[in-house]
Nanobody, 123 residues
Framework: QVQLTESGGGLVQAGGSLRLSCVAS????????MGWFRQVLGKDREFVAA????????YYADSVKDRFTISRDNAQNTVSLQMDSLKPEDTAVYYC????????????????WGQGTQVTVSS
């Protein structure tokens, strides 16, 4: 098991930026594929971005491609999500997830989750 703690959410105007961070503790962080998901009340958890254990390969949902950037620092046990050009439809609770083995954009495939951080984008 790996324990995850997100931070960096908040309220921002449309067009603004936020940087989310997720710190991991417990098992060896570099063994895990890391992902960011988001969820709006009453809807399923939605894939946002993921990054391979090495940090070399990244994956993005079409809705955030070219606006969001995922990165990781295995020495600091941290994965980050830089969010630029934010839109009101990006408003959600953002969750950091960890999984062993390969990439997936399905939330059910992730074994460990943080508590989430709220991002609100005003128009």
């Amino acid at each position: 098991q790996v324990q995850l703690t997100e931070s960096g959410g908040g309220l921002v105007q449309a067009g603004g930026s936020l940087r989310l961070s997720c710190v991991a503790s417990g098992r060896t962080f570099s063994n895990y594929v890391m992902g960011w998901f988001r969820q709006v009340l009453g809807k399923d958890r939605e894939f946002v971005a993921a990054i391979s254990w090495s940090g070399i390969t990244t994956y993005y949902a079409d809705s955030v491609k070219d606006r969001f950037t995922i990165s990781r620092d295995n020495a600091q046990n941290t994965v980050s999500l830089q969010m630029d050009s934010l839109k009101p439809e990006d408003t959600a609770v953002y969750y950091c997830g960890a999984k062993r083995s390969g990439y997936s954009d399905r939330a059910v495939m992730y074994d460990n989750w943080g508590q989430g951080t709220q991002v609100t984008v005003s128009s």
